[in-house]
């Protein structure tokens, strides 16, 4: 297991900070054979700006399956009931599922595409399992915000991650664009750790999932972080996928256009990070927000063939 970092101390002080990454962003890693993972051009962008997006990742069918598959868990009441379940602060629609990879067969398998795989391990070093998963849904007209933060900064101070080693996976199920509010990553925030401030109330995640207001950094270091590398707007066709660091600083904007905007979002850690107890003396967080249980790592499996009706007529 990782260490504890003591320069990764948030919520403590009186001030903010911004203190230097300690590890890696790309982990030394056995080299895959050619065409699997992400190519050198890749990985550098992915090591210099803390993300990398690839386009048509996932094919129409696939998506369409996967869009399918999130309107059932939606219209479910039952889950929906659930406590995986967040609705939109100040009204009913449902804003994100978590742990979509233990309550959907077919996101369980997704989870373990080998692709998926291969790119995370190649950026972590190391075997992999899921640290969170949900789906984040963006209704038209009424989707709300997600403020500028930090994921590690969260991981770390409430569920005692103990280092930058994990990599999320944006998978885009509908279109992304500048009406719906798409995910925005700060290119080469993720060098820099912004020590936030103020208390963690307990039980902070019932409140959090549904508008964070700890662990939120202030105007100046975002204002800092913004100045040394823009901010990245990622907009992209249902099917595009976008791996990110995740110390690298991102939020979205409200919906307030027609268009629903929903992602999937896969959480890797790498099994040699997993985590220790929540700084603060705080009390760990559910399992459906941060894995402490089942740490084994991932073994690919082979997505179902999607095969056009000519193809099938042929066999």
Same mark, same amino acid.
């Given at each position: 297991?990782?260490?504890?970092?003591?320069?990764?101390?948030?919520?403590?002080?009186?001030?903010?900070?911004?203190?230097?990454?300690?590890?890696?962003?790309?982990?030394?890693?056995?080299?895959? $054979?050619?065409?699997?993972?992400?190519?050198?051009?890749?990985?550098?962008? %992915?090591?210099?700006?803390?993300?990398?997006?690839?386009?048509?990742?996932?094919?129409?069918?696939?998506?369409?399956?996967?869009?399918?598959?999130?309107?059932?868990?939606?219209?479910?009441?039952?889950?929906?009931?659930?406590?995986?379940?967040?609705?939109?602060?100040?009204?009913?629609?449902?804003?994100?599922?978590?742990?979509?990879?233990?309550?959907? &067969?077919?996101?369980?398998?997704?989870?373990?595409?080998?692709?998926?795989?291969?790119?995370?391990?190649?950026?972590?070093?190391?075997?992999?399992?899921?640290?969170?998963?949900?789906?984040?849904? !963006?209704?038209?007209?009424?989707? !709300?915000?997600? %403020?500028?933060?930090?994921?590690?900064?969260?991981?770390?101070?409430? &569920?005692?991650? @103990?280092?930058?080693?994990?990599?999320?996976?944006?998978?885009?199920?509908?279109? =992304?664009?500048?009406?719906?509010? @798409?995910?925005?990553?700060?290119?080469?925030?993720?060098?820099?750790?912004?020590?936030?401030?103020?208390?963690? $109330?307990?039980?902070? %995640?019932?409140?959090?999932?549904?508008?964070?207001?700890?662990?939120?950094? &202030?105007?100046?270091?975002?204002?800092?972080?913004?100045?040394?590398?823009?901010?990245?707007?990622?907009?992209?066709? #249902?099917?595009?996928?976008?791996?990110? &660091?995740?110390?690298?600083?991102?939020?979205?904007?409200? =919906?307030?256009?027609?268009?629903?905007?929903?992602?999937?979002?896969?959480?890797? =850690?790498?099994?040699? =990070?997993?985590?220790?107890?929540?700084?603060?003396?705080? #009390?760990?967080?559910?399992?459906?927000?941060?894995?402490?249980?089942?740490?084994?790592?991932?073994? $690919?499996?082979?997505?179902?063939?999607?095969?056009?009706?000519? #193809?099938?007529?042929?066999?």
């Amino acid at each position: 297991m990782t260490p504890i970092t003591q320069p990764y101390q948030s919520r403590l002080a009186q001030e903010a900070a911004m203190v230097l990454r300690q590890e890696p962003v790309v982990y030394p890693h056995a080299r895959l $054979p050619p065409g699997r993972g992400l190519d050198p051009a890749q990985l550098k962008r %992915y090591e210099e700006d803390g993300f990398v997006q690839i386009e048509d990742f996932f094919g129409p069918e696939e998506i369409a399956d996967f869009r399918a598959e999130l309107q059932r868990m939606a219209s479910d009441a039952t889950l929906t009931a659930r406590e995986e379940t967040i609705r939109e602060p100040g009204g009913r629609d449902v804003r994100s599922i978590f742990s979509i990879h233990t309550l959907s &067969d077919a996101f369980s398998r997704l989870a373990r595409h080998p692709r998926l795989l291969d790119i995370t391990q190649q950026i972590l070093g190391s075997r992999v399992y899921i640290h969170q998963s949900r789906a984040n849904l !963006k209704p038209g007209f009424s989707g !709300k915000e997600f %403020y500028w933060h930090s994921d590690f900064e969260t991981w770390h101070v409430e &569920d005692g991650m @103990p280092a930058m080693r994990a990599v999320s996976c944006s998978i885009a199920l509908t279109d =992304n664009n500048e009406f719906n509010g @798409p995910l925005m990553l700060m290119p080469g925030s993720h060098r820099q750790f912004i020590r936030c401030v103020g208390e963690t $109330p307990a039980n902070h %995640y019932k409140e959090s999932l549904r508008a964070q207001h700890y662990g939120t950094p &202030d105007p100046l270091h975002l204002s800092l972080l913004a100045e040394q590398g823009g901010i990245a707007s990622i907009k992209g066709r #249902a099917g595009s996928v976008v791996f990110f &660091d995740c110390n690298t600083m991102h939020g979205s904007n409200s =919906n307030i256009s027609p268009f629903p905007r929903s992602n999937l979002f896969l959480v890797y =850690n790498s099994v040699e =990070n997993t985590l220790n107890a929540p700084h603060g003396n705080l #009390a760990p967080r559910p399992e459906f927000i941060a894995t402490r249980e089942n740490v084994r790592a991932l073994t $690919p499996v082979e997505p179902p063939v999607h095969r056009t009706p000519q #193809a099938a007529l042929t066999e």
